[in-house]
């Protein structure tokens, strides 16, 4: 998600894709995707949403080696009718909805060194393809992420833009969902990120709010530092059926006027998740036994 306007970079497309050009990552490039793989993979069971786990098994992710972005998408596109292409960094947001809503996933393709492993200014391929895909693999997740391209390009005709970033950043990047009597994780921002992996259900400091779409939409978030609250869905179907599955104008024109919330702020209607509540102890019990 970005709010960069550029022009047109030199060798792409009209629709600001590149070729992934595979053949030129070097044996470099291979291991660092290896080592960050092993390093979450090792790590994410029992933290993560078993639909994540299940996606890297059925587009066989798991095979060594950054992805080759046309043998995923052929699987992807058995699967759930969704493609990964390249792009050559933050494309303007009019672009990323466009592809989103015709079920392409945009992604970097360069990978980080060594000394930006655990901080990137910008997404890369690891961030892009590891955190984001696997889910693109479940029927549900797949058809929030095309609804939300489709409600970005609606929400850019109503200026309303910034309102809808909030709802991806705080579901799409760094959300965190309850399953039965359990927390866990699913936005790309934490999976991809050793460090808040284990900060976003281990922590004591950040808030984990159960999901309300106005108050979300009210809430600034943080670019340079973990989060400071996470939003808490019920489910995938719970979450495509109360936003971007529904007309949010008269949302966008009820939250007009409204003053922002800090990141820290809890409110007294607010549904929070403590290090006593169940479904969060329960989480930890399993990740610390898996
Ligand atoms: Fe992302």
Known sequence: ???????????????WTIPQDWSAYTAQDHAMWDRLFARQAAMLPGRVVPEFMDGLDILRMTKPGIPDFQELSGRLMQRTGWQVVAVPGLVPDRVFFDHLANRRFVAGRFIRTPDQLDYLEEPDVFHDVFGHVPLLAHPVFADYMQAYGEGGLRAERMGAIDRLARLYWYTVEFGLIRQGDELRLYGAGIVSSHGESIFALDDPSPNRIGFDLRRLMRTQYRIDDYQQSYFVIDGFEDLLRQTVGTDLAPLYHELEGTSDLMVDTVLPEDRVYTLGTQAYARARALAASS
């Open 1 to 15: 998600m970005t709010h960069i306007l550029e022009r047109l970079p030199d060798g792409a497309a009209a629709d």
